[in-house]
């Protein structure tokens, strides 16, 4: 009989395939099967995340939830970024936790299962050569980690201490990853790493130096593949031969995530982003005339130690330059282990939940308007989620999220649709023949 895992996962796409990881190898070695109900669960794993707030009391209330319910003799870990960072700290708060399992350690995940109250949280672990068993929560598209870690010193940014360096997997092995999933049915792969165009910087052992741009252009040779993506890129690396590629290879889906941050220079200095106002501006240009389709998100921290209101109108003026697609603004939240944790110049609660809500209204009216144009517009669509209000969606070579009324027989499948009805981040559309 096989024995019953929970996993509940929060954070970023990373952690969602790291998630996807640790249940392959339980699911291979040690007979595991997912189930959705934790009380009936014998191995309970929380997959965390420590880039924002969500208070660390939050973890330690939800662990104490499911140490209350769950079933007896069942065990709970502790995965992932907050994993990393917190370590001991865990068991000594929550004592019932059974094992503390870091980002950069998943594959680990069979060995602390039977070491009791095990912490395994190296963040200079190098498991970018490590062949993880299959397991995919989508058949239509498959996530593929390119590079673990992250070389860069954002001074706000808490994960290369959660997931330390950054080290490429050979593009050997990536490429195998993609022919497997596309032999077994996918026609989209996801590529993922903290900063996915700064890949082919260092490898683990000997390996040939090919480049993100170079590595985009070997998959895309894979015959009967036919969307590729990637998150995230870092604007300091998109040069011009990145961006032509972009641009020109049919095969890589033309939506670009370019975390902006701040629009004001003296604010990006501070955060050790590495470019200026005018060369996100410069590398957006180049994107729209190369290739005009194309759309574009980015994130904003509103509040950063320092950011005055002049600042702050600088990351308005981006935005009213660029007309983002999609934006994902947060607050600043200062974090354990940063740089800018000890910046002294902290900018009033208040005054940052104002310049959020000003910039979600003018987001909010930027995409109201880029929307309405949409009605009577037609797009390509590969459905791939089956909603219960009878609704299939899926998305757009541009990534746009798009429903049509219809059944599991349009799973993935392409079908031209055309747009009907707009909402802020869905559109409905009518299939066109
Ligand atoms: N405070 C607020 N937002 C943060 N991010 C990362 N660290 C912080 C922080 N300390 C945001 C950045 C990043 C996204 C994943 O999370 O915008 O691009
Ligand atoms: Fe992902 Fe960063 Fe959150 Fe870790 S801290 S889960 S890398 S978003």
Known sequence: MSKKLFVETLGCA???RDSEHMIAELREKENYEVIDDFTEADLILI????????????????????????????????????????????????????????????????????????????????ESEFAFKDFRSSPFKGFINISIGCD?????????????????????????????????????????????????????????????????????????????????????????????????????????????????????????????????INRVQMLKSMCPEATISTDIIVGF?????????????????????????FKYSPRPETEAEHFTNVVDEEVASQRLNELQKLNNEIIDKKHSGLIGTTYEVYFETLNRDNFVAGRSNNNRVIRVDGSEELLGQFRNVKIIDIGRTILTGEIVA
Not at 86 to 108: H, Q
Not at 240 to 266: A, R, V, W, Y
Not at 318 to 328: A, G, L, P, S, T
């Open 305 to 329: 130690p320092g950011e005055s209101d002049e600042d702050f109108q600088d990351s308005i003026d981006v935005m009213r330059q660029v007309e983002f697609d999609q934006i994902f603004s």
């Open 152 to 280: 860069k010193a954002c001074t706000f940014c808490i994960v290369p201490k959660t997931r330390g360096d950054e080290v490429s997997i050979p593009d050997s092995l990536i490429i195998r990853e993609a022919k497997r999933l596309v032999d077994s049915g996918a026609k989209e792969i996801f590529l993922l790493g903290q900063n996915v165009n700064n890949y082919g910087r260092r490898f683990s052992g000997e390996h040939e130096k090919v480049n993100f741009t170079e590595l985009l252009r070997r998959l895309s040779k894979i015959e009967k593949l036919q969307r590729i993506r990637f998150t995230s890129p870092h604007p300091f690396h998109m040069d011009d031969e990145f961006i032509q590629e972009f641009s020109t290879n049919p095969k890589i889906c033309k939506s670009m995530h370019m975390p902006l941050q701040s629009g004001s220079n003296k604010v990006l200095k501070d955060m050790k982003r590495g470019y200026t106002k005018e060369w996100f």
């Open 14 to 16: 990373m952690n969602s």
């Open 47 to 126: 997959n965390t995340c420590s880039v924002r707030e969500r208070p660390v009391h939050k973890l330690f209330s939800e662990l104490g939830g499911f140490n209350k319910k769950k079933k007896p003799g069942a065990k709970i870990g502790v995965c992932g970024c907050t994993a990393s960072h917190l370590g001991e700290e865990i068991l000594k708060r929550a004592p019932y936790v059974s094992f503390v399992l870091g980002a950069r350690n998943v594959s680990k995940i069979t060995e602390v299962l039977h070491k009791d109250k095990a912490v395994e949280i190296d963040i200079n672990y190098d």
